[in-house]
């Protein structure tokens, strides 16, 4: 009786096996790397670079490294792709051995052309030749003169200083004197007297503010001149 048992039990461990085998035979695990050659002829790794299985609408993305894996059948044709690269194609051989196979494939960079662009600020052609003939040099003279005026330093300088700071630099601003206050919490902050650029900016506020003062003074001299002269009258 126990003789009967065993024989079963290699029976059905023998259909089980046989059914596997039919199943799965044909099943193989590609495993791999993208790679091009780089400037100085060294290979480097394509990252996420496009792996597809041929007519069977589905597929995979390397990782960083260029590294993949993907479960296909043999036979099957896999299809290597990325952007700024030419595309190729690889079919898994029939006769691979094993559930695993390995697979290095090497992309060739393409260039992309496309087809030249002519951009106008006018409906059409006719249009951009009407207002070109209409249009006065000396006019553009002048404007160009003024957009270098405006656009010089001193005067962007003068802009700068008389423009209060936005929200944007009031909140980077904030965040920097916080940031300083916490770095230096529970001690002397350092007092930055070899610093060219705050000499710098110390020099200019104190003569900004004596300019103010001494224009102050003379404003003040002037309305109670006037007011002198008005009360003789």
């Keep these: 009786m126990t003789t009967i048992r065993y024989f079963l039990v290699l029976m059905l461990i023998a ?7 039919q199943d799965y035979g044909d099943i193989v695990e590609v ?9 100085y002829g060294k290979y480097q790794p394509i990252p996420l670079a496009t792996v597809l299985v041929k007519d069977a609408n589905r597929g995979v993305y390397a990782n960083y490294e260029g590294m993949f894996t993907i479960v ?17 194609e690889v079919v898994v051989p029939e006769n691979a051995e094993g559930l695993h196979f390995s697979l290095t494939v090497d992309l060739e960079v393409a260039d992309v052309n496309i087809d030249e662009v002519i951009v106008f600020p006018w409906p059409d052609r006719n249009n951009l030749v009407a207002e070109f003939l209409a249009m ?13 005026d405006n656009l010089g330093q001193d005067k962007m300088i003068a802009i700068a200083e008389a423009t209060d700071m936005d929200g944007s ?3 980077k601003f904030y965040l920097r004197q ?27 506020d104190a003569q900004k503010k004596k300019k103010e003062k001494e224009k102050d003074k003379f404003s003040k001299a002037l309305e109670s001149e006037g007011t002198s002269v008005g009360g003789d009258k």
């Design 178 to 204: 916080q940031s300083r206050e916490f770095s230096y919490q529970g001690q002397q902050a350092p007092m930055p007297i070899f610093n060219l650029a705050s000499w710098y900016k110390f020099i200019k």
């Design 15 to 21: 259909t089980v096996s046989l059914v596997n085998a």
């Design 136 to 148: 006065e040099p000396t006019l553009a003279m002048q404007l160009e003169d003024i957009a270098s």
């Design 72 to 88: 296909v059948k043999k036979g099957q044709t896999l299809k290597f792709s990325a952007v700024g690269f030419g595309t190729k």
């Design 169 to 171: 630099e009031t909140s």
């Design 31 to 39: 495993s791999g790397i993208v790679v091009t050659k780089g400037p």
